[in-house]
């Protein structure tokens, strides 16, 4: 449940509880709710119970901390890949207990990514001040509802990293304003360029496209927008997949993507592949079915894995 994820933006899980329940378009073909049917070990939803993790789990981060003091590296520790930090369902005690776990273990770098902004002040421990130097915090945004919705919760919060974990990519997003707010001195946010004291912008962005078996395509247009977003802001971007679904565009830069269809190689641009297979953007632009690992990560031709270092 932990040790050396495949996930690309991590070093290792960690899962203080599980369970969770939908609150966002991008929950709607959860990855984590699926493993729970098939495991049959937690009910999902609302209502339902989370289940703590056993206390062998919990002393994982210690064993990882101890290994990253020895070689002066420092691992990233996603929490929680199968329930939220900040779900109110979850009992006070158990988040109490995973902060004082994150304080035990200052060689690890905590990545709290979280659906529910709203909830974090409220939740956060009483020492919390500025933020613990060992945690990132990430909100998960699908769309530019999302983002108009969120990101001004997240900057509220002080912390070492805060960034934007976009996966689902469900639309187009416009972080240009986002690069730009301001506060007045009662804190409230204003997306205004005239105001004084400005906001930093987030650290780190992440894109992904959706995997599963109803994913829903990305089109690499709104990766593109985003990607050049960053860089014009100089904020840190990591393209992470494009899921299920490789758009046509991308498929000659694509090292993972080899021959699934026999006649590209005589320039045939749709021909053999079957029709439901095949997402029809608009007159210039289709996705093809390929599968998360024949899709790859890159994006027009390059891997794009960056990551936040010291900013202010």
């Not at 449940?1 to 996930?7: A, D, L």
């Not at 902060?99 to 709203?118: C, N, Q």
């Amino acid at each position: 449940m932990g040790e050396n994820t495949k996930i690309e933006w991590a070093t290792h899980t960690f899962n203080p509880w599980v369970g969770c329940a939908k609150v966002s378009p991008g929950c709607d073909h959860c990855y984590a709710e699926g493993w729970a049917k098939r495991s049959g070990s937690v009910q999902w939803g609302p209502h339902a119970e989370r289940r703590r993790t056993t206390a062998a789990n919990w002393r994982q981060p210690m064993k990882w901390n101890r290994e990253a003091e020895a070689s002066g590296t420092r691992p990233r520790i996603f929490c929680a890949s199968l329930a939220d930090v900040f779900d109110n369902a979850v009992p006070v005690e158990w988040r109490a207990d995973l902060f004082a776990l994150i304080r035990e273990t200052p060689y690890l770098d905590w990545l709290l990514v979280t659906k529910r902004i709203g909830n974090v002040r409220a939740m956060l421990p009483a020492d919390w001040g500025s933020g613990y130097p060992n945690v990132w915090l990430l909100i998960t945004v699908t769309d530019q509802i999302e983002v108009d919705r969120d990101i001004p919760k997240l900057l509220r919060v002080q912390a070492a990293v805060r960034g934007l974990s976009v996966e689902p990519m469900l639309g187009s997003i416009d972080l240009s304003l986002c690069f730009d707010l301001y506060q007045y001195e009662d804190g409230d946010v204003w997306r205004s360029r005239n105001m004084s004291r400005p906001l930093h912008s987030p650290d780190w962005v992440i894109i992904g496209g959706e995997s599963g078996p109803n994913a829903r395509p990305m089109h690499p247009q709104w990766a593109r927008e985003l990607r050049d977003q960053c860089v014009a802001a100089d904020v840190p971007f990591l393209f992470k997949q494009w899921g299920e679904w490789l758009p046509m565009d991308q498929q000659e830069r694509s090292r993972e993507f080899n021959g699934i269809v026999a006649d590209r190689a005589n320039g045939a641009p749709v021909g053999g592949y079957p029709a439901e297979r095949v997402h029809q953007w608009d007159g210039a632009m289709e996705s093809y079915r390929a599968g998360k690992k024949n899709a790859g990560r890159l994006l027009d031709g390059v891997q794009h894995d960056g990551y936040p270092g010291a900013r202010p």
